[in-house]
Each structure stands twice: as structure tokens, then as C-alpha cells.
């Protein structure tokens, strides 16, 4: 079976975790990018978030981050990727237990997270939202007002950005619910287990659009939050294959290659070139 063909089916990922084997090997004695080259391809850690990430019925990985991450690592003369889904605590962790050899996932830049993992240039920018019922009963528009409110609980990725923002703007660890995935998200949001649920918005407009439910709102952007933008993610011992990403991924913005792939996503390619990791790692936000 070719690489490209194993690259897009989830089902075997065995295979893929059991050529990490020989990645994991003692002080990487080969270069990383020569050994991913060798493969055939890169495991990614992913969310299944569209726009961000999706992984079709018949597990073809698609999304922004997977698409963009393809077509530089087939620059690189790695001829595809393998994604594994996780949640978004668990991405870097299993990144630095080489579970992955990147996180494309939306993971947005921080502070803290440039610390623990080597990051490329920007490549997806977007801000927060929220799904609220129809009408927005709690009348909510910013985390500070689920922290006022005593009855509003809201739903969020565990690990994610919106988590620590609520949990930032003083909304109660008990009011704050971990959810394992967007769709999750919307039927506790449906069932009237939570009062709002928060992602970027993109992720959010994708959602509920699907869902087509009329009593459902969207929000946004949420007010007071930041803009974000994240980058392929690499552990920080791989900073040879983070650089060759990020010339590939330079290239493909000013040929106008990086636009066409992430725009029909929703998401703006001048946002992404009008940052920078160095800005980014340095927000206090």
C-alpha cells in the first residue's frame, strides 16, 4: 500500500506509531526531517474541529491546519501525513512523548505553550465566539459575564485557550465544563446541561451551521477576548525541521499558494502575514 494512501486513513495508525519506534530511538541519531522522508510521512496531532481540522466518514483528514501542514511537508519531500486525534491538553504532551512529530491543530500561540514546543511561523488567525440558545437568555457577550452571573455554566475544551479564559475572567472552576468535542459541546448546550459553549469562531459558525438547529445563536466575537493565531507545533529539539517548515511555509505565502489553501476555510492569509511567532510568544494575553 502506498504512504499517500496509509497517510489518509486514521485505521492505521498502528502502523504509524509502530514506525515510530525507530523515531524515538536513543539521542535521535538521524535528523528528524531525513528519517520523516525515509517513512513516507508525518504523524500529526489534530482536533476534529472544522475548519480548523476534520476527519471525513471515511477518514480522510482534511481542514486548514492538516491541508496546510501536507502541502509543506510534500515540499519537504515528505509525501503525506498520518493525523491522530487528541485533546488539545493531551497535544503537547503526546508531541513530547513523540506520539507526534507536530500538533497542526489550531493550537494557539501562548506564552507558556512557546516554552514547552517549537513553533512555526503564524498560519491561522481567528478570534473567540460563543453558542448560546436563542435569544441569549443570560445575556452573555464576554467571559466576565458568565463569572457574574451565579447560574451561567459554560462549556469549553479541556486544556484549550477558552478554558483559561474563563477561568482568567473569574468564572468558577465548577462552572466551567470540560468538554471533549465541538459536538459534545452542542448537545450539552441543546440539553441545557450548560448555558454557553465557546470556541473560536470559525469552529463555532461551522458547528452550528451543521447543526441547523434554530434555537441556537452564535456570539461573536466575544468581547474583551484577543485575536490568536497558532503554528504547527514541534518539539523543541527539532528546530532544524521547524526551520525548513517555516522557509517552505514563507514561500508559500508570498507565492500566493498559502491563500488559496486556507481560504476557502474562512480564514485570512493576511492575518497570518501580518504577525509573527516573536509577537505572538511575547503576548501577555
Same mark, same amino acid.
Given at each position: 500500500?502506498?504512504?499517500?494512501? &496509509? $497517510?489518509?486513513?486514521?485505521?492505521?495508525? %498502528?502502523?504509524?506509531?509502530?514506525?515510530?519506534?525507530?523515531? #524515538? *530511538? !536513543?539521542?535521535? +541519531?538521524?535528523?528528524?526531517?531525513?528519517?520523516?522522508?525515509?517513512?513516507?510521512?508525518?504523524?500529526?496531532? &489534530? $482536533?476534529?474541529?472544522?475548519?480548523?481540522? %476534520?476527519?471525513?466518514?471515511?477518514?480522510?483528514?482534511?481542514? #486548514? *491546519? !492538516?491541508?496546510? +501542514?501536507?502541502?509543506?511537508?510534500?515540499?519537504?519531500?515528505?509525501?503525506?501525513?498520518?493525523?491522530?486525534?487528541?485533546?488539545?491538553?493531551?497535544?503537547?504532551?503526546?508531541?513530547?512523548?513523540?506520539?507526534?512529530?507536530?500538533?497542526? *491543530?489550531?493550537?494557539?500561540?501562548?506564552?507558556?505553550?512557546?516554552?514547552?514546543?517549537?513553533?512555526?511561523?503564524?498560519?491561522?488567525?481567528?478570534?473567540?465566539?460563543?453558542?448560546?440558545?436563542?435569544?441569549?437568555?443570560?445575556?452573555?457577550?464576554?467571559?466576565?459575564?458568565?463569572?457574574?452571573?451565579?447560574?451561567?455554566?459554560?462549556?469549553?475544551?479541556?486544556?484549550?485557550?477558552?478554558?483559561?479564559?474563563?477561568?482568567?475572567?473569574?468564572?468558577?472552576?465548577?462552572?466551567?465544563?470540560?468538554?471533549?468535542?465541538?459536538?459534545?459541546?452542542?448537545?450539552?448546550?441543546?440539553?441545557?446541561?450548560?448555558?454557553?459553549?465557546?470556541?473560536?469562531?470559525?469552529?463555532?459558525?461551522?458547528?452550528?451551521?451543521?447543526?441547523?438547529?434554530?434555537?441556537?445563536?452564535?456570539?461573536?466575537?466575544?468581547?474583551?477576548?484577543?485575536?490568536?493565531?497558532?503554528?504547527?507545533?514541534?518539539?523543541?529539539?527539532?528546530?532544524?525541521?521547524?526551520?525548513?517548515?517555516?522557509?517552505?511555509?514563507?514561500?508559500?505565502?508570498?507565492?500566493?499558494?498559502?491563500?488559496?489553501?486556507?481560504?476557502?476555510?474562512?480564514?485570512?492569509?493576511?492575518?497570518?502575514?501580518?504577525?509573527?511567532?516573536?509577537?505572538?510568544?511575547?503576548?501577555?494575553?
Amino acid at each position: 500500500m502506498k504512504h499517500s494512501t &496509509i $497517510a489518509r486513513k486514521l485505521g492505521i495508525i %498502528a502502523a504509524a506509531t509502530a514506525a515510530s519506534m525507530t523515531l #524515538a *530511538a !536513543p539521542a535521535l +541519531a538521524a535528523d528528524t526531517l531525513e528519517t520523516l522522508r525515509e517513512q513516507g510521512f508525518a504523524r500529526i496531532g &489534530i $482536533a476534529n474541529e472544522p475548519p480548523y481540522t %476534520a476527519v471525513k466518514p471515511d477518514g480522510t483528514v482534511s481542514g #486548514a *491546519a !492538516p491541508d496546510v +501542514a501536507r502541502a509543506v511537508m510534500k515540499k519537504l519531500g515528505v509525501d503525506d501525513v498520518v493525523a491522530s486525534i487528541s485533546e488539545y491538553g493531551a497535544m503537547i504532551p503526546g508531541l513530547q512523548a513523540r506520539r507526534f512529530d507536530a500538533v497542526t *491543530a489550531g493550537l494557539f500561540m501562548k506564552p507558556e505553550r512557546c516554552k514547552a514546543v517549537a513553533y512555526s511561523e503564524p498560519i491561522l488567525c481567528d478570534a473567540e465566539a460563543f453558542a448560546l440558545k436563542k435569544g441569549n437568555p443570560l445575556n452573555l457577550a464576554s467571559y466576565e459575564d458568565i463569572a457574574k452571573n451565579p447560574k451561567a455554566r459554560i462549556g469549553a475544551p479541556g486544556g484549550g485557550t477558552e478554558e483559561k479564559l474563563a477561568l482568567q475572567a473569574g468564572v468558577p472552576r465548577d462552572r466551567v465544563i470540560v468538554v471533549p468535542d465541538p459536538q459534545s459541546g452542542l448537545k450539552m448546550l441543546q440539553d441545557g446541561r450548560i448555558d454557553v459553549y465557546s470556541l473560536p469562531v470559525l469552529s463555532i459558525n461551522d458547528l452550528v451551521a451543521k447543526a441547523k438547529d434554530p434555537n441556537v445563536e452564535v456570539v461573536a466575537p466575544v468581547k474583551g477576548a484577543p485575536v490568536y493565531c497558532d503554528g504547527a507545533a514541534f518539539r523543541k529539539q527539532d528546530t532544524a525541521l521547524r526551520d525548513a517548515f517555516d522557509k517552505v511555509l514563507a514561500e508559500m505565502k508570498a507565492s500566493g499558494e498559502f491563500a488559496k489553501i486556507i481560504e476557502p476555510y474562512g480564514f485570512s492569509a493576511e492575518a497570518a502575514k501580518q504577525t509573527s511567532r516573536e509577537k505572538l510568544c511575547a503576548a501577555s494575553n
